[in-house]
T-cell receptor
Framework: ETGVTQTPRHLVMGMTNKKSLKCEQH?????MYWYKQSAKKPLELMFV???????ENNSVPSRFSPECPNSSHLFLHLHTLQPEDSALYLC?????????????FGDGTRLSIL | KNQVEQSPQSLIILEGKNCTLQ??????????LRWYKQDTGRGPVSLTI?????NTKSNGRYTATLDADTKQSSLHITASQLSDSASYIC??????????????FGAGTTVTVRA
């Protein structure tokens, strides 16, 4: 148990569907992150939130829309996705943005776009 | 070109044997280097964190070394166990400034331990 919970664990959706990924952390951290992990590739940072404020949008297409209602919850809203968006989406949290403390990752949502 | 290169991409070892994974990076200046273990179907879990002034850090049977001059790190697994089968990811953090926190991730080395 890493203290970071992601739901759902698996998601299959069509290109015209709208769905949301959820992340919740029970560690009292102030920073939360969304990453995309594709096979054999390094993790790609998508978004960063620090104290509920978005501090980073790493040139992510607008079909991905993050939401951070409080420091414990992070959502990723999906719409009109493309087949190349199929990947493992990981949520992470850390005590503060940057810093030497390790990021704690959830187990991810495996997303498949039909 | 990725700023963190890991080798080999994958390796297979027999249970009980040792192995060493390599990480070369170009991030400069850098603050710290981390090794993560990612089991299949799980998220990455931190194994070690070393600052630029540290040469070695251990976590049980895992020992990480760092040579900041040559910008190389290695992760040594001693007396491997079946549970060591996983992907090992090297992560480099740039020097800490106001918002300059972006981590650079390697693509990982997949280790398979066979009985």
């Amino acid at each position: 148990e890493t203290g970071v919970t992601q739901t759902p664990r698996h998601l299959v959706m069509g290109m015209t569907n709208k769905k949301s990924l959820k992340c919740e952390q029970h560690l009292g951290h102030n920073a939360m992150y969304w990453y995309k992990q594709s096979a054999k590739k390094p993790l790609e940072l998508m978004f960063v939130y620090n104290f509920k404020e978005q501090t980073e949008n790493n040139s992510v297409p607008s079909r991905f829309s993050p939401e951070c209602p409080n420091s414990s919850h992070l959502f990723l809203h999906l719409h009109t996705l493309q087949p190349e968006d199929s990947a493992l989406y990981l949520c992470a949290s850390s005590q503060e943005e940057g810093g030497i403390q390790p990021q704690h990752f959830g187990d991810g949502t495996r997303l498949s776009i039909l | 070109k990725n700023q963190v290169e890991q080798s080999p991409q994958s390796l297979i070892i027999l249970e009980g044997k040792n192995c060493t994974l390599q990480c070369n990076y170009t991030v400069s200046p850098f603050s710290n280097l981390r090794w993560y273990k990612q089991d299949t179907g799980r998220g990455p879990v931190s194994l070690t964190i070393m600052t630029f002034s540290e040469n070695t850090k251990s976590n049980g049977r895992y020992t990480a070394t760092l040579d900041a001059d040559t910008k190389q790190s290695s992760l040594h697994i001693t007396a491997s166990q079946l549970s060591d089968s996983a992907s090992y990811i090297c992560v480099v953090s740039p020097i800490l400034r106001s918002n300059d926190y972006k981590l650079s991730f390697g693509a990982g080395t997949t280790v398979t331990v066979r009985a």
